[in-house]
């Protein structure tokens, strides 16, 4: 399974997830720095992610919204904080109202730190993401999208892919 | 960041869920109310026994049996002059299963990047 390694901490609402992908760091890297790849992994098949801005530098923003089952758009920026590609990026994530996509002053935002390196052994990249949320708020409302997302059966999607 | 997906859910119910949620992790904030919240999750202590394991004062140790009590994290009961409290179990449990929720999100997520580069293994050329 890709995933190696979770933690939790309860008192900074803290997650962090390390993986493992059987590609070279400059391939994972790519996920991340082309929109047209990261929209098919950032929301769940139900909430398909689209990225409208997508500015991969220091103080570069990225800008998307999802889309609901029945056609609702959830909006959402990054604001860029730190970039060493391939192996860095740090970011802020926060709600928008609408499409002028301006933070939310009120609404919780996110630091998020994504890591990554090639395996010692040369069999891969190793990922380490790493996400604060600064209240039990932010935390809900992520959780909330995690009832809609069925994850477990996008583990179970992985496995079948690895059978064939 | 995700927008509230299931507002459809009745409004007060959320709040007083975010609520509760802020209250626990309040409690749970602290090194020594997790400590006494370990120990009564193991069994029934009193109030004067558990006091007695920490080097403050009878009422810094009451006081932090309070803020777990309003959490919903422990409950008291009278036993003649003592306090006896207990651990609430399912309450932990629901603290702990914020954050597993969103563990799963991520795996749904990693499970999507591992699909793509399978699919699409190609390195670009710099």
Known sequence: ?164 | MFVDMVSTAPSSATDADEDRADAMFHALADRTRRDILRRVLVGEHSVSALAASYEMSFAAVQKHVAVLERAGLLTKRRDGRQQLAHGEVEAVRSVASLLADLEELWRGRIARIDELIANDPITPTP
């Open chain 1, 1 to 164: 399974m890709p995933v190696t390694d979770v933690t939790h901490d309860l008192d900074t609402r803290t997650l962090v997830i390390t993986a493992e992908f059987a590609a070279p760091i400059e391939r994972v890297w790519q996920v991340y720095a082309d929109p047209r790849q990261l929209e098919q992994v950032f929301g769940p098949p139900s909430f398909p992610a689209t990225f409208v801005e997508h500015d991969l530098t220091p103080g570069g923003r990225a800008h998307y919204f999802m889309t609901s089952p029945d056609g609702e758009k959830y909006f959402g920026w990054w604001r860029v904080t730190g970039v060493d590609a391939p192996s860095r990026i740090t970011f802020e994530d926060g709600f928008a109202a609408d499409d002028s996509f301006t933070p939310l002053e009120d609404m919780p935002v996110s630091q998020n730190i994504y890591a990554f390196e090639p395996k010692p052994d040369g069999s891969g990249t190793r990922a380490v993401f790493t996400s604060t949320y600064d209240s039990a708020e932010a935390l809900q409302k992520v959780l909330e999208m995690g009832v809609v997302e069925g994850a477990s059966s996008a583990i179970n999607q992985i496995d079948d892919l690895l059978a064939r």
